[in-house]
């Protein structure tokens, strides 16, 4: 992908979600792209008032639809939130948890758009079951819309991991914010640490071991950078010691960022391995909005990912 050309925003219509469709017409009057605005009508739910309502749950379903399209008509329609983007708007019957990934990948989306809170499918907190199993569903990036859309991103901060997530991750970053400057941080912890200062290990020698890790991750965040053609002047390399979640939660807190970028794996079998504990962390307490990029190779034993890493360290 080296353009944006469609965008899917999913809405429920709440007050909140306001930001996400006028984030989606920032990003498509940016990049030219396609914009989509759908709403996800969870009726089936209403089959349960069958025996209540009879003959006139039919009617009921039409008024609830005939609601939902007249509001998103005038969500897209409102010149002083649309910028002169026109935009399409669909109605599906359906959970938003399958219907939005299925319309993303029968139309070929570039991007969903989705909010952090909401009356529907994003209810509970960021880290509910129902948007982690949206997130696993999608096979495009996903960016978690929490602020007000004023203006393009100008700010990013990108967790790198060395995984080939992390690399989409600064490709699809520079496309959601062309004009940006992007951070990569790369967090690290000096394997066996804790045992080798019960070893009697002296801190002077835990100071070196920490700095030849530290240079090393830096070089490696520089390759990084040069490989995605970011120049000098819009991008800063960031190697800290320590808790990844942590570090990165703190890192937000103190700077200026609009915009995180991080990377799950597309392929893992379990919920768990495919957001990773550091990315449903920060999803859930980050206060700037969240991109979301799905690496579709192969599952790898995180064991297994770990056991070069610490060769290379010692």
């Known amino acids: ?14 007050g909140p979600a306001r930001h996400v469709v006028d984030r989606g017409f920032l990003l498509a009057k940016e990049s030219g792209a396609q914009y989509t605005v759908m709403h996800a009508l969870a009726l089936d739910t209403l089959e349960e008032l069958r025996q209540l309502l009879g003959d006139k749950l ?11 399209r007249d509001a998103l008509t ?4 409102d010149p002083t939130r649309n910028l002169g983007v ?9 959970l938003a948890l399958s219907a939005v990934p299925a319309r993303a990948q029968s139309v070929a989306t570039d991007l969903i758009l989705i909010g952090a809170h909401g009356q529907d499918f994003l209810q509970d907190v960021l880290l509910g079951s129902t948007t982690s199993r949206l997130l696993r569903k999608s096979r495009c990036p996903v960016l978690i819309v929490k602020q007000p859309a004023h203006a393009p991103y100008k700010r990013v901060l990108i967790p790198v991991d ?6 989409i991750a600064v490709r699809t970053a520079r496309l959601v914010a062309p004009a940006a400057h992007i951070d990569l941080l790369h967090v690290f912890d000096v394997p066996f640490e804790g045992k080798m200062h019960f070893a009697g290990v002296s801190e002077y ?11 090393r991750a830096f070089n490696r965040l520089e390759a990084m950078a040069t490989a995605a053609g970011l120049q000098a002047a819009n991008h800063t390399s960031l190697v800290l010691h320590g808790a990844p979640a942590l570090q990165i939660l703190a890192e937000e807190e103190k700077d200026t960022y609009n915009l995180i970028a991080m990377g799950k794996h597309g392929t893992h079998v379990t919920e768990e391995l495919l957001l990773g504990s550091v ?14 990029v799905v690496d579709e190779g192969p599952a ?3 064991l297994v990912l770990a056991r070069p890493l610490c060769e290379e360290q010692r």
């Not at 026109?86 to 359906?94: F, N, T, V």
């Not at 060395?162 to 690399?167: C, D, L, M």
Request: with cysteine.
């Open 205 to 215: 020698i835990m100071y070196q071991y920490r700095n030849e890790a530290r240079l």
């Open 74 to 77: 005038q969500a897209v329609a």
């Open 86 to 94: 026109s935009a399409a708007i669909l109605i599906e019957r359906g």
């Open 1 to 14: 992908m080296t353009t944006l050309k469609h965008l899917l925003a999913a809405t429920d219509l709440s």
């Open 279 to 292: 990315t449903k962390r920060v999803l859930a307490l980050a206060q700037c909005d969240v991109l979301v």
């Open 58 to 68: 039919s009617v009921v379903m039409q008024r609830i639809e005939a609601e939902a």
């Open 162 to 167: 060395f995984s080939p997530a992390s690399e």
């Open 300 to 302: 790898i034993d995180p």
